[in-house]
């Protein structure tokens, strides 16, 4: 009864998008040189805290995360950040139902489409010197830089993107916001995951089991 109330009304835009859970922890170290890999106790936005080796930590180099996990490598040991914010834990389904909901309402309402013929349709995602090989997940391409515009026909809301060469992004409609991170070529919003594939003046944004929740955003800056 809930889900169809939530997809029913506009009002789910004036939801509250984010809470005040507080930022996680987890130090990670590689020992003898050697690759090392580090459980982080939920999906989030990952930065290095505090280096606690003579050696270098260099992000893409000698460390990176996704969505499960951090690693280091070359004698890298550090602290590293889960920052907090709009991700839930699975101790509230409710809200991260709702936070799903919420976030495919802002960034994957149906709009039914293809990619622009005149698409990039090879991988050009990883073609400048910034890309530091296959373990580099958090890094963010070039065309995924910028200021975005969408539309939300389904209610009517104007939607507007940022996302940051860190792979920060943040997004307003009506007032509200909503943040989320990049990595590994997807966005992630909440406990939400959207791929994202380059257009001819944008990207459109795809969410991971619903192919059919898209929404098209062109660059305005």
Request: hydrophobic share 35%.
């Amino acid at each position: 009864m809930l889900f169809r109330m939530l997809l029913a009304t506009p009002l789910l835009l004036m939801l509250p998008l984010e809470d005040a859970r507080a930022d996680d922890f987890v130090t990670c170290e590689s020992r003898d040189n050697r690759y090392q890999s580090c459980t982080l106790p939920r999906a989030g936005y990952v930065t290095l805290d505090r280096k606690l080796s003579g050696a270098d930590c260099r992000q893409g180099r000698t460390w990176d995360y996704d969505r499960r996990e951090v690693w280091v490598d070359d004698g890298c040991r550090a602290s590293f950040r889960v920052h907090g914010g709009s991700d839930r834990d699975d101790r509230h389904h409710d809200d991260n139902h709702d936070a799903k909901v919420a976030a495919g309402v802002l960034i994957g309402a149906a709009i039914l489409g293809a990619l622009a013929h005149n698409a990039n349709k090879d991988d050009a995602r990883y073609d400048d010197e910034n890309y530091q090989g296959a373990r580099h997940t958090s890094y963010v391409p070039d065309w995924m830089v910028g200021e975005f515009e969408g539309y939300n026909p389904t209610f009517n809301a104007d939607i507007r993107m940022r996302i940051d060469s860190d792979g920060r992004m943040s997004a307003q409609t009506r007032g509200q916001s909503l943040n989320g991170w990049v990595n590994g070529g997807q966005l992630n919003v909440g406990s939400s995951v959207f791929d994202i594939s380059q257009s001819r003046d944008g990207f459109v944004t795809t969410e991971v089991g619903d192919r059919q929740n898209e929404v098209r955003y062109r660059r305005v800056r």
